[in-house]
């Protein structure tokens, strides 16, 4: 328990260096549900786990040497332990969850989630299994703060609950990202063909419902 | 004289539409029009950019042999001065568009034009300066040193291909073209050979009034031209199906084209000046080297979508360095070697670092990568909002034109 919140301080010590306090309540919150209780070597795991929320600001291998001296220093020398933090933002997520979760998807999200749904089931189960390996890849590049589980959530569970809180721009870049994995997986030809042949279907099965997904293209 | 000199001067201009044929046929079809249009703007805005500076800083006064310094905004007083300009805007055009080729199917619209501008009316010219500069009085330096570039294998094409990898370096290949977990290459195949070969044809037929233009006289020595043009275009077709066969690979049809445009490239330098077999030879070895050069640039993954860098940049370089070694006058000369090095190093290390900082810039302004979106729609969308071929094209990645 003392090794738990004292390597929960030292990283607090280290991020505020350079993060603002969303982003390191977002780094942290990520050190509590899966790395705590793991050896001190996980850190190395964690930190490339968080790489996107301070690449930008500051190179690994400074937050890395940073953190090892801060772990053993006294207890004075360390910012004080951020729990109530930590505590008040789960809580205000669980808030929004019961939020988003009365949310429903509108008709134009239903429909890409039926074009998403239908184009992936389409790719062999291996390549499938890499694409989302890629699309996990990028999403955590490209959408921050909370988004990024939405999205990760949505394409473990294929619920389209989860497409509710973003909105069209969001949702096209989604799409966008969801092709560039293809690319990267399939290779530029076939994503090309994958995507307009997922598209040309679900036109022709879906009548005039089907220019709901234009928005998103 | 200047009738038959106005022929081959359209013949020059015919080359941008073999250009434009060959690069939008390579293209995949739903960037075919962005192609189109790129190398259209290049002629119409770099032939106004060359007009405006281009041409005096190339050909004005040149007594320090390093920039031409008068004839901005030129008017004559002599009527061969007019076509000769006609001439010369035409060969800037052709080393601007060399980019579009390499850059194409990820290159924003305006960013690329930007970029073609000031290849015509800046990096073109000032290296030209040094070759070909003094036509008002004067001579460039490297000209004064010995250099021999007849019809510019060096002087338009390689500096259009150092251009070209510039770009690619600071845009990135196209999405997917190398495998994130290998590293190897793959195919994007053009959408139409069809227009691809006739494009290829077009360039050859092009190059007739390329080279022997270059004369800048209606003599006899045009037919040596030409005909030396000719074999050195079909020799490198020759060496790159012989590469091809002897490697036991396919003999692909663009692979051949570009072999054939080596060949034509590198005779460019010294058609004037080389016997037919030294030609031959000439162009032989630019299909080897079009070959091996799209090979190795695969391997550094640099994405060149037409190939315009081996074509223009490594074959336009052993094209020069063989007009020194293979001078009818003076062969295997080393002196003539070594000076010819001396230019293809110096316009290497002029046009690659000024066009590199010029994209560089341009990406970090008005931004010269298409966005992943773009890229997944198509240029033709989201550039132009006009298809190439909106009733045969069934693979749409975008919404229709009419929202």
């Known amino acids: 328990m003392e090794d738990r919140i004292r390597q929960r301080r030292a990283l607090f010590t280290v991020l505020q260096q350079w993060l603002d306090e969303a982003t390191v309540l977002e780094a942290l919150q990520i050190f509590e549900e899966q790395f705590q209780g793991r050896p001190t070597i996980a850190v190395h795991d964690y930190l490339t786990r968080i790489a996107p929320l301070y690449q930008d600001k500051v190179d690994a291998k400074t937050l890395r040497r940073e953190l090892m001296q801060v772990l053993v220093r006294t207890s004075q020398q360390l910012a004080p332990d951020p729990l109530p933090q930590l505590q008040q933002l789960r809580a205000r997520q669980q808030a929004e969850q019961r939020i988003e979760f009365n949310l429903q998807p509108s008709a134009e999200q239903l429909a890409l989630h039926q074009l998403i749904s239908s184009m992936l089931q389409k790719v062999p189960l291996p390549q499938r299994k890499q694409l989302h390996t890629h699309i996990a890849r990028q999403l955590k590049t490209r959408f921050r703060n909370g988004s990024y589980d939405q999205l990760a959530q949505y394409m473990l569970a294929e619920n389209p609950v989860y497409l509710a809180r973003f909105d069209d721009a969001a949702l096209r870049d989604f799409l966008s990202l969801i092709y560039v994995a293809a690319c990267e997986v399939l290779g530029p030809v076939a994503a090309d063909q994958w995507l307009g042949a997922g598209i040309a279907a679900f036109r022709a099965s879906h009548g005039a419902a089907a220019q709901a997904i234009n928005r998103y293209l | 004289m200047s009738r038959l000199f106005v022929s081959l001067v359209l013949l020059v201009f015919f080359m941008q539409t073999g250009f434009a044929l060959l690069e939008s046929g390579m293209a995949r079809s739903k960037n075919a029009v962005n192609v189109i249009m790129k190398n259209y703007m290049d002629v ?80 073109y010219p000032v290296f030209g300066s040094w070759v070909w ?9 490297l000209a004064e040193l010995g250099f021999i570039d007849f019809a510019g294998s060096t002087v338009v094409h390689s500096v259009g291909a150092w251009c070209a990898l510039a770009g690619i370096m600071v845009v990135g290949p196209r999405l997917g073209r190398f495998d994130p977990v290998t590293g190897k290459g793959r195919l994007i195949p053009g959408h139409n050979l069809t227009i691809v070969a006739l494009g290829g044809f077009i360039l050859w037929l092009g190059w007739f009034g390329f080279n022997a233009g270059s004369t800048l006289q209606g003599d006899a020595s045009l037919g040596k031209i030409a005909l030396n043009t000719h074999l050195a275009a079909c020799a490198g077709a020759a060496g790159i199906f012989l590469c091809q066969a002897l490697l036991g690979r396919p003999v692909l049809l663009t692979l051949t084209i570009n072999g054939s445009l080596g060949g034509l490239v590198a005779i460019t330098a010294g058609c004037a000046t080389m016997s037919m077999g030294h030609a031959i030879v000439t162009g032989l070895i630019a299909g080897v080297i079009v070959m091996l050069g799209t090979l190795m640039l695969e391997m550094l993954q640099l994405d060149d979508a037409v190939g315009a860098i081996p074509v223009h940049g490594f074959a336009g370089v052993w094209g020069t360095l063989a007009a020194g070694w293979f001078l009818q006058s003076d062969p295997y000369n080393l002196h003539n070697l070594w000076v010819q090095a001396v230019g293809c190093v110096v316009a290497f290390l002029w046009a690659f670092p000024l066009a590199l900082l010029v994209y560089w810039v341009l990406e970090k302004t008005i931004g010269l990568r298409a966005s992943n979106l773009q890229q997944q729609r198509g240029l033709d969308f989201t550039e132009h909002h006009e298809l190439g071929y909106p009733e045969f094209d069934h693979v749409r990645l975008h919404k229709p034109l009419a929202q």
Not at chain 2, 133 to 141: D, L, M, Q, Y
Request: charged letters at 10%; a negative charge; glycine letters at 16%.
């Open chain 2, 133 to 141: 500069g003094g036509f008002f009085g004067g001579k460039g330096w």
């Open chain 2, 44 to 123: 119409c805005l770099g032939s106004l950019v060359f007009w405006a500076v281009g041409f005096g800083l190339m050909f004005g006064l040149n007594e320090s042999g390093f920039l031409g310094m008068s004839h901005l905004f030129p008017d004559f007083d002599e009527d061969w001065s007019f076509t000769f300009l006609l001439f010369q805007t035409m060969f800037a055009a052709t080393a601007a568009t060399i980019a579009s080729g390499a850059m194409a199917e990820r290159t924003r619209y305006m960013g690329y034009l930007v970029g073609a501008m000031l290849i015509t009316g800046l990096i």
